[in-house]
């Protein structure tokens, strides 16, 4: 199974996402990328966005994991979905690391229509509208004590 994390960073009731076109359409993807081996899952993260954006983000607890199936052209893929807390620097897209077209701010109220990787829209635009926001803890090493 391949594992993909990505961080949501949101700011004045916006998503930052990277702009693709597939097929003729715009389509969007919330910042992250496949988990290299051996690698720190908020490592990962902090790559993607620094390799790709050129900036440096901090980041939350998880705020939704999914599963993309196997499909003909990509493998089975577990999506773990980061809060994005804050971002420094200006991001840009870096053309050397990533064949995205652009950065893009897409509104949360389009969210549920906008065509995103992870198909994931409606669940965010659910997530920014929800009170609680509730999240999941994310632990960093969870055989720390060494029992086994």
């Known amino acids: 199974m391949r594992v993909r994390v990505s961080a949501v960073f949101e ?5 930052l996402c990277m702009k693709y076109v597939y097929g003729g359409k715009n389509v969007f993807s919330i ?18 966005w620094k390799n790709e954006l050129g900036v440096k983000i901090d980041i ?12 003909k052209r990509y493998p089975q893929t577990l999506h773990i979905i980061f ?9 840009k897209v870096r053309p050397d690391h990533t064949h995205s077209l652009d950065v893009a701010w897409v509104p949360i109220s389009k969210l549920k229509d906008t065509p995103l990787y992870p198909d ?14 509730q999240s999941v803890s994310f632990i960093e090493n969870c055989m720390e004590r060494g029992f086994w």
Not at 11 to 15: A, L, S, T
């Open 11 to 15: 700011q004045e009731n916006k998503i």
């Open 120 to 133: 994931v829209g409606k669940h965010l635009f659910e997530y920014f509208q929800s009170r609680t926001r």
């Open 83 to 91: 809060d994005g807390k804050a971002v420094y620097g200006t991001p």
């Open 31 to 48: 910042p992250g990328g496949g988990v290299d081996k051996d690698i720190p899952l908020r490592e990962a993260i902090l790559l993607e």
């Open 60 to 71: 939350g607890d998880i705020i939704m994991i999914g599963e993309a199936p196997s499909t």
